[in-house]
């Protein structure tokens, strides 16, 4: 039976793509449009174009200390979830495991769980074991968001692997542990390196659980969030580009690690 897609002339699929295209983009282009404008309102026309809304952001001590302890909370977070990930994709990949899917199942739950319900969830987990608001529990539910993330990407690169090579590591005297640092590990860097980035990017974004779970010294979302509230401006703008050119920036190394893992 031929796909209902496969009907659909190439021209009509390629305009249905570049609509979904601009779709996606052209919001994203009226923000930077307007961090570019000389006036304090967000409103066409735009007569004139400066860059200090850019340098008022660069210079806010507020943005300056709410991106290093977005910063910092994320590179917790992705050791933790990368060490657990690898793991859990190490125990996965046994042959000998029972229930292997049941526990590739829970390690990927908190992917498909919707993110608000995760939020309380994790709300009442850390009041139940005396876990105060901050971040400690910023970072703990994150870590728990970002697991599925390096689960996925190492657990593909471990199907990939030759078992021979372990097993010629072994045959030359190394150990378990030494052949799992010199073997295993670099041949799972680019599926590492990739799940690391995503982890970066997924906890810096994270608003919701961070919004229930954080403490006085705010994020760079939570940051975004308050400046909102007090209205739209070009300052808002510029600070949302910044965010949006290095997440992208990052995000797009992520995915060419990505494709090397898969070769």
């Known amino acids: ?45 735009i007569t004139d174009w400066t860059l200090n809304w850019y340098a008022q952001v660069l210079n806010d001590k507020q943005f300056i200390e709410a991106s290093l302890y977005s910063i910092g909370i994320a590179l917790a977070t992705t050791a933790a979830a990368t060490v657990i990930g690898v793991w859990i994709a190490l125990l996965v990949s046994t042959e000998a495991i029972w229930g292997k899917a049941i ?32 971040t400690a529990a910023i970072i703990l539910s994150h870590a728990v968001h970002a697991v599925p993330f390096v689960v996925i990407m190492v657990l593909t690169r471990l199907r990939s692997m030759p078992a021979n090579l372990v097993d010629a590591a072994r045959d030359l005297g190394a150990d378990r542990f030494v052949a799992f640092l010199r073997v295993t590990i670099p041949y799972l860097m680019p599926a590492l390196l990739g799940g690391m980035i995503f982890c970066v990017l997924t906890s810096i ?46 995000g797009a190394y992520a995915e ?6 898969r070769n």
């Open 1 to 45: 039976m031929r796909p209902y897609f496969a009907d659909l002339p190439k021209t009509a699929l390629g305009a249905a793509y570049w609509l979904f295209a601009v779709y996606l983009l052209l919001p994203l282009a009226l923000m930077t449009a307007m961090s570019f404008k000389d006036a304090s309102f967000v409103a066409f026309p």
């Open 103 to 134: 526990i590739f199942a829970l390690a990927c739950l908190p992917a498909v769980v919707p993110g608000l319900i995760n939020a309380i969830s994790m709300r009442i987990f850390i009041r139940t074991v005396d876990i105060p608001t901050g």
């Open 205 to 250: 974004d994270d608003f919701v659980r961070t919004f229930f779970l954080g403490g006085y010294k705010p994020t760079l979302p939570m940051l975004i969030f308050a400046k909102v509230q007090g209205g739209m401006s070009p300052e808002i703008n510029a600070m949302a580009t910044i965010v949006l050119v290095v997440t992208a920036a990052v």
């Open 256 to 261: 060419h690690l990505t494709r090397r893992s």
